[in-house]
């Protein structure tokens, strides 16, 4: 058994970066890592743009302009002001090339075609000038970039539909345990909805990696292997779900050891999720995630989420994690590391009730995790613990 920084050296240590790479559009490109920088290939803003609504002026030394006409959002017309005239505009559209501030209509006041200024004007004001944004040529986003829905906006509004990502990492699923069953099944006694397997593939989902194959399988060594095999053809990671424990029909650290699967560790110093198995198998790595759902989620974002992140490309070392004070007190005797489910409002974060790992009811109400070193602790209210911060959270 291993404590946890240990295991999630080794995480990282097996990790590598995926090196082919695809060209897809950006519909396509959520949770993807760019495999080249991008270089802008227009300026942003293209042309001179009026960020209010108001009049666009040719400054002068009065208060007073004659009003010329309107250009509204799209309009090209690049009509030519003297100082003392001004043009009605609107926010997004282009500033004539002889205007040199605009101001709000709401400091201003018109009559017929004069209009009166009631403050101050500035050179430049209310105008956003060409390339203030992203210079052509530049290269705004680098290599290893995760692109996200902000990421993907931000190339649009460059013109460009396609980049080259590096490739997704092959995912597949085993579910093992012959009292699984599927919500549309009849229910009989001693089996169990299963729910890993939804569990997992939306976690993926949700890093842009969609699986390749979900198996389910019986408690027994030849199912096992044979389930293995197939999944490992189709897959850059096969993870796992149950059987890795030390039960009579746990037969999945025996079918990996059948299989070849050279062992870089298996349990972990942690509560949830002790008995987690890393392996590998030539290039293909092999997570077995203990069967308890909050175990297999808590090893997925703790484990699983850093190599992912490194295959495809980014730097990431995993989930968020930030020094927080705590909402209460919390003591516990658990001699080994705890991951517990919790609540994070920028300010503090509170453990919620039901950590047991095979509890989902904390975990779906959880955007953190609150990280407690080994040994067990006695700590107040308003001590530092470290937290990790699920994805979507926001920190701000
Ligand atoms: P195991 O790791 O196989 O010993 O399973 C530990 C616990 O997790 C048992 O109570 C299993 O019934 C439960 N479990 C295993 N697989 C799943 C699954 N796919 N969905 C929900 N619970 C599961
Ligand atoms: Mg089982």
Do not use: W
Request: hydrophobic share 40%; proline share 5%.
């Amino acid at each position: 058994m291993i404590p946890v920084e240990e295991a999630l050296d080794l995480v990282l240590k097996n990790s590598y970066s995926l090196k082919e790479t695809e060209t897809l559009p950006l519909e396509e490109c959520l949770g993807k890592c760019l495999a080249n920088s991008i270089q802008a290939p227009i300026d942003l803003p293209t042309f001179k743009q009026s960020s209010m609504d108001g009049y666009a002026l040719c400054l002068h030394d009065s208060n007073r302009y004659l009003i010329k006409g309107e250009i509204k959002a799209g309009e090209s017309s690049n009509p030519f002001l003297e100082p003392g005239e001004c043009v009605r505009i609107f926010t997004g559209a282009v500033v004539p090339d002889s205007a040199n501030a605009v101001i709000m209509q709401e400091q201003t006041n018109h009559k017929n075609k004069v209009l009166t200024i009631e403050i101050p004007v500035k050179n430049g004001q209310n105008i956003r000038p060409i390339g203030s944004q992203v210079q052509k040529g530049d290269f705004p986003l680098e290599k290893g970039q995760v692109l996200q829905a902000s990421g993907l906006a931000f190339l649009q509004s460059l013109g460009i539909h396609e980049v080259e990502v590096i490739r997704s990492p092959r995912v597949t699923l085993i579910l093992t345990g012959n009292e699984l069953i599927k919500p549309t099944e009849t229910f009989t006694r001693g089996k169990i909805y299963e729910s890993n397997s939804i569990l997992l593939r939306s976690a993926l989902q949700q890093q842009g990696i969609e699986t390749q194959l979900i198996s389910f399988t019986e408690d027994n060594l030849k199912a096992t292997i044979h389930t293995l095999e197939k999944a490992f053809l189709k897959a850059d990671v096969v993870l796992v779900s149950g059987g890795i424990s030390v039960g009579d029909y746990d037969f999945v650290k025996q079918a990996l050891e059948a299989l070849d699967v050279k062992q870089i560790f298996y349990k972990v110093r942690q509560r949830p999720g002790k008995p987690l198995f890393f392996g590998k198998k030539g290039a293909k790595l092999v997570f077995a995630l203990p069967g308890n759902p909050a175990s297999t989620l808590s090893c997925f974002y703790v484990y699983v989420l850093p190599l992912l992140a490194r295959m495809k490309g980014s730097r990431s070392d995993g989930l968020m994690r930030v020094s927080i004070p705590i909402e209460h007190d919390f003591s516990s005797k658990e001699p080994r590391a705890l991951f517990l489910k919790a609540s994070f409002n920028n300010k503090t974060v509170s453990i919620l009730d039901h950590q047991h790992s095979s509890m989902l009811i904390s975990f779906a109400k959880a955007n953190a995790l609150v990280y407690i070193p080994e040994q067990g602790i006695d700590i107040k209210k308003g001590a530092i613990v470290e937290t990790l911060l699920l994805p979507n959270t926001i920190f701000t």
